[in-house]
């Protein structure tokens, strides 16, 4: 019943910064926890951020807390991943997740819809 749309993927060097985003077809959206995850060819999908309805709650993957940022605008029923200093290891497909609920969620098996992802790749 939710339609999660991520879009600002693309390809960026080394040390570069890339803004995702997650965009929902319905104000309910407001009131979801949301979660970002990503997937490399070949390895299991992975935890990255997540944040609760209001914003108030959030948390990251320990690798990534000090690149990474999570934030929403529930005035635009989106939900944002700011990427600074990529590194080649950060390439994968990044998906955002959402759930009715009033917190965070942190396994991907809690979250109910899904985006379609959207590709990051970072070159050395």
């Known amino acids: 019943q939710v339609q999660l749309v991520e879009s600002g993927g693309g390809l960026v060097q080394a040390g570069g910064s890339l803004r995702l985003s997650c965009a929902a077809s319905?104000?309910?959206?407001?009131?979801?926890?949301v979660g970002w995850f990503r997937q490399a060819p070949g390895k299991e999908r992975e935890f990255v951020a997540a944040i609760d309805w209001s914003g108030g709650s959030i948390y990251y993957a320990d690798s990534l807390t000090d690149r990474f940022t999570i934030s929403r605008d529930n005035a635009k029923n989106t939900v944002y991943l700011q990427m600074n200093s990529l590194k080649p290891e950060d390439t994968a497909v990044y998906y955002c997740a959402a759930r009715a609920g009033s917190r965070v969620y942190y396994r991907g098996s809690e979250y109910v819809y899904w985006g379609q992802g959207a590709q990051v790749t970072v070159s050395s």
């Open positions: 319905d104000h309910t959206f407001s009131t979801y926890g």
